[in-house]
């Protein structure tokens, strides 16, 4: 089966609605392709977001205004219990989700509603014991947001724009998108994150309501309910050409500050600094997000693809396994290498 055929074959599997690729090598993206239709729509990245993050850390570092071996607290000026319990993590530590945070907690559901960010997460850090090793943290990129605007001195979509989207020519990548744009939705309810509250024993009565469509606002309850749509560890809309141009740069650089953040760190579960290695993908490296996006980027072979789903746009909670179906995807393009490396269109 080549990559048209398994990506047919996610719709008729339930898999996912609808879905969107397109592969990018170093001399450009490809066409986008769609199950249906022309694409070209735009889809909620999810923690896709975490990639762009990651490049404006990284380009902060490039400039020298920032450090990977930079402290947290030093970098954010804390004081008190915040100060001590993140006095030891680094800039690195949190792009690769080795600072001991925990992996998720709903700030939006804070039961004294306006409290700021650092005094909820000092609450949370006082009733949770350290984390040890690799644990996927939002909690960590939500850290990385301030950083990046304490250090440019940018509102956080404004420092996207600036230090990624802008000098890597991405156009069609945004926060808060505009209900003008051919927006995919992007899922029917917080049912998920319902379930998830459940089991902390944690009310919020602001989820939408149930088999509603939500379009152009993150499915990520902290990035649409707490962080207003603008956060660091998701909530950025684009389409598979925008995640496809990244994905290129990477493929381009010969810039060390970049070229680390492909290669896995020590002790870090496979995580690099920003993308990670692992099942989703065979060869290189890439990122997932929980709406079933995806970029893969493969420098060694010279090639990659983003993939944007919107496998929660359905009635009941998706049970296919979306990391395995991403893996055939991948699969499927490796097995047309030949051809992509004679120049020949992939199908």
């Given at each position: 089966m080549c990559v048209?055929?398994?990506?047919?074959?996610?719709?008729?599997?339930?898999?996912?609605?609808?879905?969107?690729?397109?592969?990018?090598?170093?001399?450009?993206?490809?066409?986008?392709?769609?199950?249906?239709?022309?694409?070209?729509?735009?889809?909620?990245?999810?923690?896709?977001?975490?990639v762009f993050t990651a490049t404006a850390v990284l380009e902060l570092v490039r400039r020298g205004t920032l450090a990977l071996d930079?402290?947290?607290?030093?970098?954010?000026?804390?004081?008190?219990?915040?100060?001590?319990?993140?006095r030891d993590v680094t800039v690195q530590m949190?792009?690769?989700?080795?600072a001991g945070l925990p992996?998720?907690?709903?700030f939006y559901a804070d039961h004294q509603a306006g409290r700021p960010f650092p005094v909820i997460l000092e609450a949370v850090l006082r009733e949770t014991p350290p984390e040890t090793g690799m644990v996927y943290s939002d909690l960590g990129f939500m850290l990385l947001r301030e950083i990046v605007c304490r250090?440019?001195?940018?509102?956080?979509?404004?420092?996207?724009?600036?230090?990624?989207c802008r000098p890597l020519g991405i156009g069609e990548a945004c926060f808060c998108p505009p209900q003008t744009l051919p927006?995919?939705?992007?899922?029917?309810?917080?049912?998920?994150?319902?379930?998830?509250?459940?089991?902390?024993?944690?009310?919020?009565?602001?989820f939408c309501p149930h088999?509603?469509?939500?379009?152009?606002?993150?499915?990520?309850?902290?990035?649409?309910?707490?962080?207003?749509?603008?956060?660091?560890?998701?909530?950025?809309?684009?389409?598979?050409?925008a995640l496809a141009q990244l994905g290129t740069?990477?493929?381009?650089?010969?810039?060390?500050?970049?070229?680390?953040?492909?290669?896995?760190q020590p002790g870090c579960g496979g995580r690099c600094l920003g993308f990670h290695t692992g099942a989703p993908f065979p060869t290189g490296c890439g990122h997932t997000g929980f709406t079933g996006t995806s970029l893969w980027i493969d420098r060694a072979g010279g090639f990659g693809m983003a993939i944007l789903t919107n496998r929660l746009y359905s009635d009941t909670p998706p049970v296919a396994n979306m990391n395995g179906f991403r893996a055939a995807v991948h699969e499927a393009l490796l097995r047309e290498k030949d051809r992509l490396n004679r120049e020949e269109p992939p199908c």
């Amino acid at each position: 089966m080549c990559v048209l055929d398994v990506m047919q074959q996610g719709v008729r599997d339930g898999v996912f609605p609808y879905g969107e690729w397109v592969v990018f090598t170093r001399a450009g993206v490809g066409p986008v392709r769609a199950t249906q239709g022309e694409g070209g729509r735009w889809f909620d990245c999810a923690s896709l977001t975490k990639v762009f993050t990651a490049t404006a850390v990284l380009e902060l570092v490039r400039r020298g205004t920032l450090a990977l071996d930079d402290r947290a607290a030093n970098r954010l000026e804390l004081t008190g219990f915040l100060a001590e319990r993140l006095r030891d993590v680094t800039v690195q530590m949190l792009l690769t989700h080795t600072a001991g945070l925990p992996a998720w907690y709903p700030f939006y559901a804070d039961h004294q509603a306006g409290r700021p960010f650092p005094v909820i997460l000092e609450a949370v850090l006082r009733e949770t014991p350290p984390e040890t090793g690799m644990v996927y943290s939002d909690l960590g990129f939500m850290l990385l947001r301030e950083i990046v605007c304490r250090v440019s001195g940018l509102a956080f979509d404004q420092a996207i724009e600036r230090l990624v989207c802008r000098p890597l020519g991405i156009g069609e990548a945004c926060f808060c998108p505009p209900q003008t744009l051919p927006l995919v939705p992007s899922c029917r309810d917080n049912g998920v994150e319902e379930r998830m509250c459940r089991e902390k024993g944690i009310a919020f009565s602001g989820f939408c309501p149930h088999r509603q469509d939500v379009i152009g606002l993150p499915n990520d309850g902290n990035a649409r309910y707490f962080f207003h749509g603008i956060s660091g560890h998701a909530g950025l809309f684009a389409t598979a050409r925008a995640l496809a141009q990244l994905g290129t740069f990477y493929l381009r650089t010969e810039d060390p500050v970049f070229l680390r953040a492909l290669q896995p760190q020590p002790g870090c579960g496979g995580r690099c600094l920003g993308f990670h290695t692992g099942a989703p993908f065979p060869t290189g490296c890439g990122h997932t997000g929980f709406t079933g996006t995806s970029l893969w980027i493969d420098r060694a072979g010279g090639f990659g693809m983003a993939i944007l789903t919107n496998r929660l746009y359905s009635d009941t909670p998706p049970v296919a396994n979306m990391n395995g179906f991403r893996a055939a995807v991948h699969e499927a393009l490796l097995r047309e290498k030949d051809r992509l490396n004679r120049e020949e269109p992939p199908c």
